[in-house]
């Protein structure tokens, strides 16, 4: 579940429900922190709270930037990026498809780091040059080593962090496979993820429970590094494919005239799918769920229409039949049960996709070119 911020210089924005986790303690260690250097009563607690606020909002912004980087040089080497998320571990900027070569792949992870690098040094000088009130300059100080320390935390190799990506480069650059490159790079991105576990469990059993979070990062690491060799695998096994060769012929959908028990008995019970588009005439007038068929009392289902629970399709929900395959999974990605409607140029439905079948197919793919 995330929150949609809207567009920022021309790319969508959005913040993961895990990242107010950070945020929180983000400006808690801040109004701590400040509390600690100028002593209890020195400042009153609500200018303290205050300063939390504002410091974890300007470094929620640095992190924005962060990845607004890493966009504005994917825009110029031609690489469509579908959007910024920010999560509990930082943020990431979600590509629909991978760069043509090692070069463009080395600047896009290494514009990120830059761009913090740049901002902490920036602000140290501002913290250097006292022109602000003591508790504001020290906030300041406080950005800046956050800033250095989102750099390098990003530059270790462990893909797919930006230094993984940068390594990933490399090694694309000197064996001309991007496949082996993304393998070579993901296998020391899971290992450093392991080890990262290792020492947190070590220092847990020292009873140092900061140890939880290297082994939070450690998990997130191996797992983002296995997700992201996969979906090299799968881009690679879907090349060439459109919609067209994914899509379901024929699907099921409702008459938008049926009641809801009809809907029940005849459609949903006899599909199994959590959504179903309701069809009038060839053309797409909404979408059905199961959670919104209960939203009606059972005794009501034979009078109510299902035009009455019906949903309004997104616009990003429907897709040309001829779209690249991996765009449309990049679509479908995060939309759950909710399929994808191909419609023709008329406007007419002509199939579904959903992201469980093409997962399938895709895997039935891989294992057949294995």
């Known amino acids: 579940m995330s929150l949609r911020l809207g567009r920022i210089l021309g ?25 600690v250097r100028f002593a209890p009563g020195y400042y009153p607690p609500g200018l303290l709270i205050a ?37 509990v571990f930082g943020g990431v900027a979600r590509m629909k498809s991978e760069p043509d070569f090692p070069g463009d792949e080395l600047r896009m992870a290494l514009a990120g780091p830059i761009f913090s690098i740049v901002t902490s040094a920036f602000l140290y000088l501002v913290w250097g040059a006292q022109i602000l009130p003591q508790i504001w300059g020290e906030l300041v100080r406080y950005l800046a080593i956050a800033n250095l320390a989102v750099a390098v935390f990003n530059l270790i190799p462990a893909f ?39 020492v947190g469990i070590f220092r847990l059993l020292m009873l140092d429970w900061g140890g939880i979070w290297f082994i939070l990062i450690g998990l997130f690491l191996q797992n983002a590094a296995q997700a992201a060799l996969q979906q090299v695998q799968w881009r690679r096994a879907m090349r060439g494919l459109s919609v067209r060769d994914l899509m379901r012929p024929s699907p099921i959908v409702l008459p938008p005239d049926i009641s809801l028990e009809t809907a029940v008995h005849d459609y949903f019970l ?28 059972y005794a009501q289902w034979t009078s109510t229409p299902v035009t009455a629970v019906m949903s309004e399709v997104a616009a990003d929900s429907f897709v040309d039949p001829d779209e690249d395959a991996w ?9 759950g049960d909710a399929p994808l409607l191909v419609v023709d140029s008329e406007g007419t439905l002509v199939g579904t996709v959903s992201e469980e079948a093409l997962a399938r197919q895709i895997q ?5 070119s294995a």
């Open 51 to 87: 300063a939390g606020i504002v410091g974890g909002l300007l470094f929620f912004a640095s992190l924005v930037g962060h990845e607004l980087a890493h966009c504005y040089i994917a825009r110029q080497k031609g690489v469509p990026i579908a959007g910024i998320t920010l999560f």
């Open 160 to 198: 797919p962090s930006d230094g993984g990506r940068a390594l990933r480069a490399i090694v694309w650059s000197w064996t001309g496979n991007l496949q082996t490159a993304t393998r070579v790079a993901a296998g020391l991105g899971q290992a450093f993820g392991w080890v990262l576990v290792f």
């Open 11 to 35: 790319f969508p924005v959005e913040i993961d429900w895990s990242w107010f986790v950070i945020f929180v303690l983000v400006a808690w260690a801040i109004k701590d922190g400040l509390l």
């Open 270 to 297: 006899r599909e199994p799918t959590e959504i179903l588009p309701v069809v009038g005439e060839g053309r797409v007038m909404g979408t059905v769920s199961v959670q919104s068929l209960r939203s009606v009392p």
């Open 327 to 335: 765009t449309a999974l990049s679509n479908a990605a995060g939309k």
């Open 364 to 368: 039935l793919r891989m294992h057949i």
